[in-house]
C-alpha cells in the first residue's frame, strides 16, 4: 500500500486546513487508516483514526472537538479536517494504514506510511 497526503501549507490561527491522503496499490479500503505527527524535536504522535467502515474514530485530546477525519472508500481516500488551528498543531502530518489494527489500537502506530505533509499555523 502506497499513501500520499496532500493539502499541508500555511495557515493563521484559527484558521482551517483540510489534509488528503489518497492510497494506491493493494487495496486498503478495509484497513484502520489514521493521522499521525511530529513537531521539531518532538516524537510522532498520534493525531486520530477512523475504522474501514467510517463508523468509529478516534482522536487525541488535543485535536478533539477541532479536527475531524473521515474517508471514502471508493476514492481511497482519507481526510483530516483541521479548524481551530493553533501554533502547537505545527507539525509534519503522516496518514497510515493498517490491516490489523483497531482504531481503539491505532496509537500504537500502524504498517503502512505515506510521505509527511507540512502544516504550519502561525500566531
Known amino acids: 500500500v502506497q499513501l500520499q497526503a496532500f493539502g499541508g501549507g500555511l495557515a493563521q490561527a484559527g484558521g482551517s486546513l483540510r489534509l488528503s491522503c489518497a492510497a494506491s496499490g493493494r487495496t486498503s479500503s478495509s484497513y484502520v487508516k489514521g493521522w499521525f505527527r511530529q513537531a521539531p524535536g518532538k516524537e510522532r504522535e498520534f493525531v486520530a483514526a477512523i475504522s474501514w467502515t467510517g463508523g468509529r474514530t478516534s482522536y487525541a485530546d488535543s485535536v478533539k472537538g477541532r479536527f475531524t477525519i473521515s474517508r471514502d472508500n471508493a476514492k481511497n481516500t ?3 479536517q483541521m479548524n481551530s488551528l493553533k501554533p502547537e498543531d505545527t507539525a ?3 496518514c ?4 490489523i489494527r483497531t482504531v481503539a489500537s491505532a496509537t500504537r502506530g500502524m504498517d503502512y506510511w505515506g510521505k509527511g505533509t507540512q502544516v504550519t499555523v502561525s500566531s
Open 78 to 80: 482519507v481526510y483530516l
Open 92 to 94: 509534519v502530518y503522516y
Open 96 to 99: 497510515a494504514a493498517d490491516p
